[in-house]
């Protein structure tokens, strides 16, 4: 296995599409995808099947999957470049460096498909919809830039409500059991490597999208700790 992972770290170096840790990125994107078309975000991509099936789903707008991990990358970089999908690039670099690539205010929209929970207490911050992420996001989102997050976990579902509720954004679709609703769109259904892994095992998948429209004031940080902790210990 460590033996396949330095094999695909070697390889992205030489993909086209996969930025790694890329200096003065924020204004080449479009030079990249040699147009101006909106960009979307796959935050902690992992293989990167979501942001392949937007990409194929909407040729009309530019799919950046990032992740620190090459050796996930490596499968969707690939696949873009077998598939043509010129639409498509990976960038590799922690999360909490996102703002760092993007021109503020352009970015359209922010997929989050299956994250890790981090369902320790002592991880809570990790959770990539906590408030700390949040306000990097809102950095680089347009002013009506829409968050989006597919989970199996019921915890992170229910903590992202927490957090919408508390920071009064606005929520514009929300899923208890997604597979169970009418009108679902092509984008909802795409499946990825760890939505089939089913790790949760809750026999169902959650969904909601928002805008990060408000001031995520600071002090709310301490309340939504405050929430964490009597669920935890419910």
């Known amino acids: 296995m460590a033996h396949k992972k330095l094999i695909r770290f070697k390889a992205i170096k030489s993909f086209p599409n996969v930025f790694e840790l890329p200096e003065n990125m924020q204004d080449q994107w479009a030079g990249f995808f040699k147009n101006n078309h909106p960009l979307v975000l796959e935050l902690a991509c992992g293989k990167g099947e979501y942001t392949i099936g937007l990409a194929k789903l909407y040729p009309q707008k530019n799919y950046i999957g990032v992740d620190v991990k090459g050796n996930r990358i490596w499968r969707g970089a690939l696949t873009a470049l077998e598939e043509n999908l010129t639409n498509v690039a990976f960038l590799r670099t922690p999360i909490e460096m996102i703002h760092q690539y993007f021109i503020p205010h352009t970015v359209e929209a922010i997929w989050i498909t ?3 929970p981090q369902l320790r207490l002592s991880k809570a911050k990790k959770r990539l919809t906590h408030p700390r992420f949040l306000r990097l996001y809102q950095q680089i989102l347009q002013p ?60 169902r998948i959650h969904f909601l999208a928002f805008r990060v429209n408000q001031t995520l004031q600071s002090q709310k940080d301490e309340i939504l700790k405050k929430i964490i902790v009597e669920h935890a210990t419910d």
């Open 114 to 116: 299956f994250p890790d």
């Open 144 to 203: 009506n830039g829409i968050v989006f997050l597919k989970t199996d976990s019921p915890d992170l579902y229910r903590f992202t409500k927490t957090v919408i509720n508390l920071f009064q954004l606005e929520l514009l679709q929300d899923f208890d059991n997604m597979y169970a609703a009418e009108g679902l769109l092509p984008e909802h259904t795409i499946k990825t490597h760890y939505e089939l892994l089913d790790i949760a095992q809750s026999n």
